[in-house]
Structure formats: C-alpha cells, structure tokens
DNA sequence: CACTAGCACTCATTCGACCTGACTGCTAAA
DNA sequence: TTTAGCAGTCAGGTCGAATGAGTGCTAGTG
C-alpha cells in the first residue's frame, strides 16, 4: 500500500495537490496553464506540461481525451489525504452548530444518530450516514410494566447506557396494575445490572410462577436482540446534496446514488468493518470491494466506548469531494458523540 | 371544481381512459394509431384523432410537439382517479407483505411508521412517507426513574398509546436508586391517568420538594413536548423509485426530487393539512399549492384515531403515476395502521 | 541539463443543414 | 357521423465544418 514514496519531486507534488483542489473546487479538467497562472510555481506551463506528463505516466492523473486538461485519479486523491487531509480543524461556527443540535438530555442514540446525520450532511454539503451504537453486552437496570387493558401490559427496558426498550406483552389471564408493579419491583431488586444470560441462568436456579416466566422470557429476548441487533438502525442524509454535484448530471447515475444511500445492504459491510477507533478512515474510489461504491468515496470514523458500544459516522460523495473538510468535520463529531456516550457509560456508584 | 361534467360522450371516455393507462405505462405519447390498435373500440385512428382534437381543445391532454401523439394533462389524471381510482383493492399478498413488516409487539410508533414508508415504496414503486402519528391530548399512564450515576438519572415516561419518552435529568445533590423508586411509586400513584395539565394542578395544590419539583417540570415538559411535536418524525423511503422514472433522466430534476423528500419542510403542510379520516385524498400535479410539488402527485390518507392520534401516509411520484394501485395500497396500509393504533387506545379497564 | 517559447496537432463541442419517419390536421367521399 | 387519403409538421438523428481549448513536440536558451 504505502510502499516506497513514488519519485515525485517537490514541485511535481506540489503541481499534483493544486490540480487535485483545483479539480474538488471546480469539477474541471485542470490546465496546465491554470496552474502556472496561480503563480506558486514560478515555471512556465510547458514545464508543468511535462510534470504533468510525468504525472500520468505514474497513474496519479488521467485525461478525458487526448489534449485535454489534467482529472485527478484515485491515486491522487490518496495522495492528497495523505499529504495534507488530516491538518484541517473543524471550524468554531460548526462546534457551535453540534452543540445546539445534539442534545445530551435526550440520552437516546437514535435521536443523536439521526441529529449526527443531518449536521454531517449539511455541513459537508454531501451525503452522511450515522448508526445508532451497537452494543456488545448490555446490562439491565430496570424494568417496568405498564398495564394496557386487561390482558396486555407493555414491558419497559431500561439498559446500561440509557438504552430503553419496549414491547407489548399478551397474558393468558387477567392482570392488574398492582400486580406488575409489585412483579417489576421484585425483578428489579435480583436482576438488576445483570447480563442476558446471567438473568436466565438466575431465573433457571429459582421457582418460577407463569407471569413472571413470561416477562422474564421476553426481556431476555429484547436485551439479546438488542445486543445482535442485525439489521441495525442507521440514519440518512443529505442525498440531495451528493445528486447536486456535476457528476450526477445523468439521471442513471442519480437513481443508482439513491440506490447506494437508500438500500442499507449497500453500505453496511462497510460500516461494519472494524476499524481503529479514533481514527478516521479514507477509501477512496477504486478501493472499494464493492463495485457499486467505486464512484465513491467515503469517510468514516467509529465512535463509542471501543468493546462496549460502538456506532460509526460516515460521510460520502463522488471522489472528487472536499476530503480536509470532510475528514475534520467526521473527526471533530465522532469525538463529540463518543463523549456523549462515555457520560452514558458510568455505572452505577455503589 | 366538480363542476357540470364535461360533453364527454362514452367513446371519449374510453379513448381518454386509454390514453391515459397507456401513459402511465409506457411514460411516451400515445398517437391515434395505438389506441386504434387495442380493438375496445371499434373506429379508425381518423376518428379518434378527432376525439383527441376535443379532448386537447377540453384541457385534457396536451401534445409535446404538433404531430405527437396525446400526453395526458393533469385533469386528464384527475378524471382517471374519479373514474376508476378508487375501485381496485390491494391484492393477497401485499397485506401479507404488511403483516410481516409491521409487528404490533413493537408498540412503537416510530418502527410502524419506519416500516409502514418502506413497505409501501417498495410496492408502489414510488417514494413513501409516514409519520408517526401526532397525539393532540396524551395522559401520563407511569413513570419511571433509573439512577445513572450519583448525580443524573433517566426519567422514563410512558403515557397513553404506549408511547414511551425518555429524558436525563440532573440533581444537584447526590440521589440514590432508592430514593428515585419510592419517588416513582410516590408519583406514579398520584399522578397516573393524569394530563400535563392536571398534574401541573395537581402539583400545585401539594407540598413539593426540590428533587420531585425537578422530575414532575421535566416530565410536564416531556409531555407538553409529545403533544406539540411540531418537528414532527417523519419518514421517507422510496426516492430510489422515483429517481428511476424516466421523467427524472435529468440530473436538475433529481436533484430536486430528492429535496422535496428530503427537506421535510417542503411537504409538511400538505401533511399536516387536514382532512377527512379513513378517505384518501389525490392531489396531481398543478394542483398543488406548493410551487415546488408541481410536477409530482400525491395519495395520502389520516391513519389513527381521530381527535386523539393521527398519523399521515403518503404516496408520491411523478403525475405519471400508478393511482389505482397507489390509492389501493395506502388505503389498505392507513386502515393496517389505524387498527394496530387503536389497539393501543384502549384504557386502563379499573 | 533544466527550462521555455512557439507551433502544429488533436479532439470535444457547437452549430447548421439535411434527411427520415412518426403522427397529425384537413378535406372529400361514403 | 365515420372513414380514407394526403399534405404538412416537427423531433431526432446524422453528417460535416468551424471553433477553441489545451496538449506534445521540437528547437532554442541560460
């Protein structure tokens, strides 16, 4: 991968970074005039001509057609995020902007996932997917029932991390309030801070009654669920902004992008590729398995406690995208949400 | 509107109702010819060219070019709904589709809604939002209090229709699990059944303390919150569909769609409009109030219960649009989910 | 040897001319 | 009222020329 450095001399790199911004701002074919009209180069065009020659002999730059400007390949993108991807910060008004959006009194990772989503997206003016950490081992803190008619009742979960779950519970008998409250408080008092299966096997290990066996069974089953939690919960946006980039001029290419953002199949693979945390992760273009990500590049971070809750920030568009801007708004909201969730972490005192 | 019907003699109808099935077919003009060609009539293409002249001088149809063949206008759309949209039922295996989607355990608005966008784009072939039904007066049925920590909690709320609501809360002096319980009892005994408003009464006219003053404000404004929900949860699926629509071939167009959906602004008023319970109402194309919907139509029926929770189900995609199976198919889903809500109406019985 | 000036060449793009074919509008007859 | 037939219209496709942006190459310079 990142072998011996290419011979890229330093003015060769420096022609190579302007064209590839040149080309994110413009979306055009960068002359060599162009560059040499920027004047941080004080050479001729000819010569950038021939740098630029060299360029794509290495496969850094390719051309539309034979006497046109020089498009940045992937190998210059790579090149670009290598070089000089990872220095921006995110911008004051954008910390500013995180903090009124995402709420740490909600203490729910789906509204901040989907809050996460939507500031990505319109801040980086492309598209943005965020998934509502998955948890590897949940605990329980407390349950509760709530009667709803006679023969219902709902059963409340809530778990380590503030994760609260619900379901709707059927009893073959008639049952009252008092019952489930007093059957809650009992629950609560031994299975409290358990795991799943610690709260079967205790369950297995003492008498058991019809309700309770019911309830038991059924909150054993959403806390495993919640920690499998497959086809997990993740956010959209901001494909009206990828569809306004020049390179989605075609209709085709807009109803695949769609298609990418929309169908969760698509991404998830990559989502779900561990990956350092803390760090952010570049794939560009062609480095995708996936042949319907290639036109795409994408930026992601994980976020979370590692080995305990973890969800994954993500921000894609065409190759041709603002990496600096994307990379530091990823890192900059991957932090934020990982503090978040760390205040959700601390267990209980005593 | 609905005014005198226009001279339409029995073969014009006909003519018209071709024309306009074929359209939705085939999204190309429809010429004389091909309509002859069916056999339901028996004229000359002379003949329906003739039909075709008034149906055009009427307003109904509209040519891209003087020798095209017929495109149908929007009232040619109108007069197909009003003719034979209502008449077609969602087929077997469509409801079977829904029962598997959508699971009443769940009890959660949010996931029916979730479920119910993504079941009906896939069907209908166009986009689909739902949003989790509004509730206009909610009762607090139980709260619940859970220690994080020595100096936060979660409140819990559940009120009526199973609607759960969860908000951190912070104390200022140190708070044990204990003390939250018998608070929660405490509460839960004097508070139970009772709206926002009563229970600020209620509170009122009893001696407080700082930590319930703290839980009965945050738990007041959680349910003032549930009921005004003016950012109303919506969601979206579907825009793959539209986008593959051969009226979407230019990237403009895309570009556009996808903010309509997106941008939950654009249609939240026609959303929020009201209208008749259990009716499905179609709005095509121009007759749209909102310049931007104009080149789309709309089906879109109330689900819920009526003065106490309702929801909106909502097809849309290009003029040119399936609407009898669209019509058939939000019918069938808003009485799906109206049912699966009322289930949850029901009282405490005591 | 590195760089530059200048020129010839290439090729996407635009434009207009032209042709074709689909479909209509009209007219006259049944 | 319907039909047959014919002339007319117009979108779309193809072709070729003109345009101009931008290159590759070569010869010349410091």
Redesign the pocket.
Known sequence: MDAAKPPL?S?RQAILEILVTDYIRTA????????AARGDL????????????EL?ELGFIS????????VPADLAYRFHVERSGGTARAPREFELLVRRSINVEDADFDSWARAAANVLARTIQNGAIATAPRVFQTRLKQLQLVSLGEFHALLVLVMQEARVRQHLIQFPTHVIQDQLTALALKLNTTMSGKTPQEIRATWDSQEHDALSDLVIAEAVQLMVQEEQDEPQRSYVDGLRHILGQPEFASGLRAREAAEVLEDTRVLRPVLNEGQEPGQVRVIIGEEHADQQLRPYSIVLAQYGVPGEATGVLCAIGPTRMDYSRSIATVRYLADFLTRLTAALEQKEPK
Not at 42 to 53: G, L
Not at 63 to 70: D, E, F, K, L, W
């Open positions: 001399n003015r055009m074919p960068v002359a060599s005039q162009q560059i004080s050479v001729s065009p000819a010569t950038i001509r021939n740098d630029m020659a794509e051309r539309p057609h034979t006497s046109a400007g020089g």
